[in-house]
Structure formats: C-alpha cells, structure tokens
C-alpha cells in the first residue's frame, strides 16, 4: 500500500488548538440543546410511567392521547432499560436531562480514550480525534435529543475484556437498544458459543422480568411489547442507508402481504453471514471497527448513530500512512460532517425546512458504507496488538 505522510501537518499545535477549541464550543452547543428545546428521545417519561407501575409500552400502544410523553420520548428500548434509568426518576425534568446530557458527554470522551489508549496514539492526538468526534453532526445530536447510543459505545468497549463471559455480559448491556442486537448476537454465538449468548443476555432478560414482576403482569405478556411499540415509535423515513430501508424503499416484496417479514429475514440472514464472518477477527479494535459498519450497513439508523464509526476512525487514524486508511476517514467525515452540510445547502436553495432522505441518498450511503467495509477489512494493522478476543 502506498504511504501518504499527514502526521507532519497534523503535529502543527496552532491546527491541534483550533480543532480542540471547536470541539469544546460543539460540546458545550450539544449541552445547551439537551437542556432548552432537545432531550426529545430521553426516557425520562417512560421510565416515569414505569416508577408509578403504568406500563410504558402500553400507554404509548393504546393511548391516542400520549401526554405523559415530553417530545418523542416513546418506550422504544428493552424492559431493562427502565430499570436502569430508574434513577433519573427522583429527579425533576431539568435536573434529570442536565445529568444526562453531561453523562453523556463524559461516556463519549471516555469511549474515545479507552479506544485511541488500546491503540497506543499519542495524546495529543487521542485530543484531536476526540475533538473531531465532539464536533460532528451524530455526537451533537446523541447529546442534543438525549439518545443512548454513547451509552451502546460504552458497552462496546467490552471487547477489550479478555474474560470472555464477563466481556459478553458486558456487551448486553447494548441490548437494550435493538438496532444493535442482532449482528452482536451472532457474532458472538459464532466466536464464543452457545454459553457465551446466553451470557450476553442476562441484562434484558433479568430487566424483563423484574419489569413484568414490579408491575404485576405476565412475563408473557409483557415480551414483545418494546417490539411493537419500536416498530410503532421508529421514524424510518430518517434513516441514511441501510439494506432494510433500502429495501423498503424501493418496494421489494411489496405485492406481498408479509413483506415485512421477508425483510426481517433477509436482514437477519445478512446479519448472521456478517456476524460469522467478523467473529473470525482476533484484533479488538478491527473487530469493534467492522461490526459498527456492518450495523449501520444492515440496520436502519438516523444520524445520530453514525457516532458508532468513532472506532473506525481511531484504527484508520492509526493506519494514516496508508491510502486505504486516508480514503476511509473521509469517508467517515462526510458521514458526520458532510451529511449535514449537503443538507443545509437542500434548505437554502431548495427552500425545505426539513430534508428526509431521498431514495438516491439513501442508495448513495449504502454504498458508500459497504465500500468503507471492504475497506477497512484489507487494512491489517502491523503496530496494533493482537489480543485475542
């Protein structure tokens, strides 16, 4: 592979300290959202219901009349989600989105410490990649709408557990938001067994039932009902580029009257392939890298999980001498920078308040995504440790 020297342009103190202070500035902007006009996907009201034994996913199923919901925080995670988020409930609205906003803003700098510290960057870059998270579109609007996908990250960095069954217990945690769980899963399963996916999902499974048991309903009952309230609660027409919305979009199967569920299979049966084939990865972080771009490949996701390619960045920032590597993270920034630009230049021109992905945008990223995988699995690393998973 042809070698390209950035590092020397990089090295400059007055360009790390301009990147480092808008970093800040977009941190402390992504603050300010959560905690005047965003916070809508926080699970204060959910979590709220759940305190005073009134199922969530049933108020937000069967009730038109949703005003114990602030914005659009709909009950779209796992049983266990409420459980772990119990805590914000002794708290009024403002003091718990305060909390939350800044808990996540830590989670994301730790999240990008603990993956650039396993691939032994030097500080002062481990500033600047951190500093370049802080400033894209996905990491303003996670922090901004109080998503939980920084939290997902955290659970993420499991892989570098060298126990397995603790690494896999951690890793369950990141069930609670489903987009995540399928291609986890089979990894897993396919890297670690049987035991080790059973193991991995204890967390919602021990959340469901003390769920079903504090409200006194049947466990039975209670099972699919963060399905159904997620297929009823998810805004799939804000999805970037996925096989699934690709997919819909273009009306495949759509004469059948179980087209749905041919695309559930189909994703599931990607995701199973894909699963398979990235368990065979012993480096962590290369392992991390392409089960996130696998994930936002096959599943649909709205831009904010686009925070995911943080891991895909530090492994090719480590590789930056390589072409492969330069291509990469320009890819990655048009996906948190780009995005959003192309966009604003839509609503000037164009004079739209709100830009939905088009069928071809959706295509385009798609694309895109899958070039970034194939990528990323022929950059072998020779300065990265290979720990075995």
């Given amino acids: 592979m042809k070698k390209i020297n950035l590092l020397g342009f990089l090295k400059n103190k007055l360009i790390l300290f301009f990147i480092l202070s808008l970093g800040i500035l977009s941190a402390f902007y992504a603050l300010y959202i959560a905690n005047t006009y965003g916070s809508m996907d926080f699970q204060y009201s959910p979590t709220l219901l759940f305190k005073e034994k009134i199922n969530p996913y049933e108020y937000f199923l069967n009730n038109n009349n949703l005003n114990r919901i602030i914005g659009a925080q709909y009950p779209v995670y796992s049983h266990a989600t409420y459980i772990f988020f119990y805590f914000f409930s002794f708290f009024d609205y403002e003091t718990s989105r305060l909390i939350w906003s800044l808990i996540n803003l830590l989670i994301g700098t730790i999240v990008g410490m603990i993956m650039a510290s396993y ?37 993420f960095c499991s892989v570098f557990i060298k126990h397995k069954y603790l690494r896999n217990f951690f890793y369950g945690f990141s069930y609670m938001k489903y987009s995540f769980m399928p291609l986890l899963a089979f990894a897993i399963f396919f890297k670690d067994g049987f035991k080790s996916l059973i193991i991995s999902g204890l967390f919602c499974t021990i959340g469901w039932i003390i769920f079903s048991i504090y409200l006194d ?59 398979k084939k990235i368990s065979k990865i012993t480096d962590p972080i290369l392992f991390l890298n ?100």
């Avoid at 030097?122 to 951190?130: E, G, H, N, Q, S």
């Avoid at 802080?134 to 922090?143: A, H, K, V, Y």
């Avoid at 799939?236 to 919305?245: A, E, N, P, V």
């Fill in 119 to 155: 691939c032994k960057i030097d500080k002062r870059y481990i500033l600047l990649i951190i500093s370049l998270f802080f400033l894209s579109t996905p990491f303003r609007n996670c922090i901004g709408n109080g998503q939980t996908s920084l939290l997902i990250m955290l659970c």
């Fill in 217 to 275: 309903q049947n466990i039975i009952t209670t099972i699919f009902q963060p399905l159904y309230a997620g297929l009823k609660g998810f805004d799939d027409t804000l999805t970037r580029g996925d096989l699934y919305s690709i997919l819909s979009n273009f009306n495949f199967f759509k004469a059948s009257k179980n087209h749905t569920y041919f695309l559930i299979l189909i994703v599931i049966l990607v995701s199973l392939f894909f699963g």
């Fill in 290 to 389: 392409l089960m996130c771009i696998s994930n936002l490949m096959i599943f649909g996701h709205l831009i904010y999980d686009y925070i995911v390619l943080l891991p895909t960045l530090i492994y090719n920032f480590k590789n930056l001498n390589f072409k492969r590597s330069i291509i990469s993270i320009l890819i990655i920034f048009y996906f948190w920078y780009g995005i959003r630009f192309i966009e604003y230049l839509k609503m000037i021109y164009f004079k739209q308040e709100v830009i939905v992905p088009s069928s071809i945008d959706l295509l385009i990223n798609f694309i895109m995504l899958i070039y970034l995988f194939l990528l990323n699995s022929k950059i072998q690393s020779p300065n990265l440790l290979k720990t075995s998973l």
